[in-house]
């Protein structure tokens, strides 16, 4: 019997040097690698372009939700003249941005807006006198400035009686005493009921 020599693969070389039977083994998996590359970059595209649309869409529905500011109503009661005492009411300060006045005879809204700049003057009952916290502007009870850089009294807000006697006050209708421009309207129809 002849003595049979079994051929066993050779091992790898080390370090990784290819064979002259691994190659065509190596190319096919660095072909392999470089698909996997592909694929991944393109998904990588296609996820960004994807992306992109999906943004802009949303901005696109966004224009159909626009932002809304509630704001107060403009037009609104605030009760019986009888309600009011005489002085300055700070009741609808926070609500509706005004304060209501009762002198003798007459009531008016004053529309609680600094005619500087526009920030919000706070009443202080103790000096009787409304204070812009902004630029130190100061105003008398009846919204007359006479201290800091306001260039002229706050506006009053339209007032009416309803068919049940109640006061409708509209904020949209404003009245302006302006020395500078030579307007008074404080004592217009509207800007005041007598009471
Ligand atoms: S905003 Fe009132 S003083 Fe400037």
């Not at 006198?129 to 630029?135: A, G």
Request: proline letters at 8%; charged letters at 25%; aromatic letters at 12%.
């Amino acid at each position: 019997m002849s003595e049979q020599t079994e051929q066993k693969p050779a091992p790898p070389a080390p370090g990784g040097a290819a064979t002259a039977g691994q190659k065509p083994a190596t190319k096919q998996g660095e072909a392999e690698d470089t698909a996997q590359v592909l694929l991944m970059r393109r998904r990588l595209v296609w996820a960004s372009v994807w992306g992109y649309l999906g943004v802009n869409f949303l901005m696109f529905l966004r224009f159909f939700f626009p932002r809304a500011l509630f704001e107060p109503k403009a037009v609104f009661s605030i009760g019986y003249p009888s309600d009011f005492n005489l002085g300055v009411d700070t009741r609808y300060q926070q609500s509706h941005r005004i304060w209501v006045v009762r002198d003798p005879g007459r009531l008016f809204v004053i529309f609680a807006k600094c005619t500087h700049l526009g920030c919000t003057p706070d009443w202080k009952e103790s000096e009787r006198k409304f204070k812009c916290p902004c630029h130190g502007s100061g105003f008398d009870s009846e919204g007359i400035n006479f201290e800091g850089p306001a260039p002229r009294p706050m506006d009053r807000a339209h007032v009416e009686l309803d068919a049940t006697g109640q006061i409708i006050v509209d904020t949209s209708r404003l009245y302006i005493r302006d020395p500078i421009m030579g307007r008074d309207e404080f004592d217009n129809p509207g800007a005041y009921v007598v009471v």
